[in-house]
């Protein structure tokens, strides 16, 4: 006998499948990552066990799609990134930067349950992957077509600079994680790293 429909989805056009990828990323939203279980995520999707296994291969299926949905969401609720050619290059770099930051933040802390499920985090890239809306990308393009404009030196090395922020912004919330004297930067260290990388790839 197959399992009675979950109590939330009764009248409803969700699917069970969607129901279950929706129930994880809250749970991993509002409680982290680590330790997360499939006799958790059923509890809390008000189905039976073994449900999960009717509609993913396994539990890093569901978990990476989770994952993936949780990223999604927390990108959603950002602040739009600036456009190339708009105000300055130096305010644009500030907005990605506390764009950049604010993502990692919200992120990382879900990635690090997961560290000891190489797994889902496999799947999960394959599934984000680093297409045309992912923040670093969107960085790297920003800077090109600034480039482009002639609003950046025309042999600026715009993926180092990249890189360079992209790694600031990690190491930050690393920091944040893991050292309890660590303190989220100031404007003025957010105008130094500014300053830095238009030190190397502005105009002369």
Same mark, same amino acid.
């Given at each position: ?5 979950? &109590?939330?989805?009764?009248? /409803?056009?969700?699917?069970? @499948?969607?129901? +279950?990828? %929706?129930? !994880? ?46 990223v ?8 739009d ?13 500030? &907005?990605?930067i506390?764009? /950049?930051?604010?993502?990692? @933040?919200?992120? +990382?802390? %879900?990635? !690090? ?11 999960f ?30 042999d ?49």
């Open positions: 006998m197959s399992p009675r429909r979950a &109590a939330a989805l009764r009248g /409803g056009d969700v699917s069970l @499948r969607d129901h +279950l990828i %929706a129930t !994880a990323e809250r749970m991993i939203a509002e409680r982290g990552s680590a330790g997360l279980t499939v006799r958790a995520i059923a509890r809390e999707a008000g189905v039976a066990d073994g449900v999960l296994y009717n509609h993913f291969s396994d539990k890093e299926e569901l978990l990476a799609h989770a994952l993936n949905a949780h999604r969401s927390v990108e959603q609720g950002l602040e990134l600036p456009e190339p050619g708009a105000a300055s290059v130096a305010e644009n770099l500030h &907005a990605h506390v764009h /950049g930051l604010a993502l990692h @933040r919200a992120i +990382l802390p %879900a990635m !690090a349950g997961f560290l000891a499920q190489p797994e889902v985090l496999a799947r890239s394959e599934m984000h992957g680093h297409g045309s809306d992912d923040w670093r990308d969107r960085l790297r393009d920003y800077l090109r077509a600034e480039r482009e404009l002639g609003r950046l030196a025309p600026a090395k715009v993926d180092a600079a990249t890189a360079m922020i992209v790694g600031v912004c990690h190491e930050t919330v690393l920091g944040l994680l893991f050292q309890a004297i660590a303190s989220p930067p100031t404007p003025e260290r957010l105008d130094d790293l500014v300053a830095a990388v238009l030190d190397g790839i502005g105009l002369r």
